[in-house]
């Protein structure tokens, strides 16, 4: 289920891990066609976006757990107005807030893609896309969404 092409344009501001390297488990794991999320070693808690400390039990021995790429849209909003020049005449394109329900509903944002038209529904089933940029000036890979079923 990988991409060949890119939801939204070029000319976008490409994500790169922190010089400190926090979220690098995840881009790395992107690139490879797997989602990782960050786990708590003490705890078992499920974390996202990546954070040095467990905010549930305050421990700092943070890891990382592969999990299927699946989920259900939480929220989503249609979007008509270019935020970065690149977007201008490029609308609308959707943007979805996934929860992870086998990983204590830890949300990621991402594009819904398809139809930038097309009917969203709270709740819907969706499969995470892996949309590799491998000739990016920083190669990297982006995990998009399409509904299921
Ligand atoms: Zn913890």
């Known amino acids: 289920m990988n991409a060949t092409q890119s ?3 070029e000319g ?3 994500p790169t891990p922190e010089t400190d390297g926090l979220s690098a488990p995840y881009w790395n794991g992107l690139k490879d066609g797997v989602l990782t999320i960050q786990r708590c070693k003490s705890c078992g808690g499920w974390q996202w976006g990546p954070e040095w400390i467990c905010h549930r039990c305050l421990s700092f021995d943070m890891g990382w757990e592969t999990v299927e790429p699946r989920g259900r849209i939480f929220s989503w909003e249609r979007v008509w107005h270019p935020v970065h020049p690149a977007l201008k005449g490029h609308g609308p394109y959707i943007v979805v807030l ?3 329900p086998h990983a204590d ?3 990621l944002i991402g594009n819904l893609i398809g139809d930038p038209r097309q009917t969203v529904t709270i709740g ?3 499969e995470g896309v892996f ?3 491998p000739n990016a000036s ?3 890979t982006l995990l998009q969404w399409r509904t299921v079923g």
């Open 7 to 9: 939801y939204l344009p």
């Open 124 to 126: 819907a089933a969706v």
């Open 105 to 107: 509903n830890v949300r």
């Open 138 to 140: 920083t190669p990297h």
């Open 12 to 14: 976008l501001p490409i």
């Open 131 to 133: 949309e590799h940029h």
């Open 98 to 100: 996934v929860e992870l």
